[in-house]
């Protein structure tokens, strides 16, 4: 059964950073697209980041660009978010999930998810 397991969520103040890491079981994580997904209360998921199963491009939204990586570490089936210059408006609940395809943006593509962590940039 595919699984995912989200870590490194917490409290951070602005400006600070966090690491997101997602790790899964009973799937090899390099034969799908991978995505960063968050929603905050009152919003619509979106996508923060993708990173590709074919050659590990990523792509990502502009309100996090400069300041958000993905990255995959396949040995460790483990695929993670590193987050700088956080801002208040960072805060939600932050999901990774996985498609047997091209990175997309929207998502009702991805078939598997984890189970969100979250995160507060306050002071």
């Known amino acids: 059964q595919l699984q995912f397991v989200e870590s490194g969520g917490g409290l951070v103040q602005p400006g600070g950073s966090l690491t997101l890491s997602c790790a899964a079981s009973?799937?090899?994580?390099?034969?799908?697209?991978i995505g960063w997904f968050r929603q905050a209360p009152g919003k619509e998921r979106e996508r923060v980041a993708c990173?590709?199963?074919?050659?590990?491009?990523?792509s990502g939204a502009d309100s996090v660009k400069d300041r958000f990586t993905i990255s995959r570490d396949n040995p460790k089936n483990t695929v993670y978010l590193q987050m700088n210059s956080l801002k208040p408006e960072d805060t939600a609940v932050y999901y990774c999930?996985?498609?047997?395809?091209?990175?997309?943006?929207?998502?009702?593509?991805?078939?598997?998810w984890g189970q969100g962590t979250q995160v507060t940039v306050s002071s």
């Open positions: 999930a996985a498609r047997n395809n091209y990175c997309s943006a929207y998502p009702s593509n991805y078939g598997y």
């Open positions: 009973g799937f090899t994580l390099d034969y799908y697209a």
């Open positions: 990173i590709s199963r074919y050659d590990s491009s990523t």
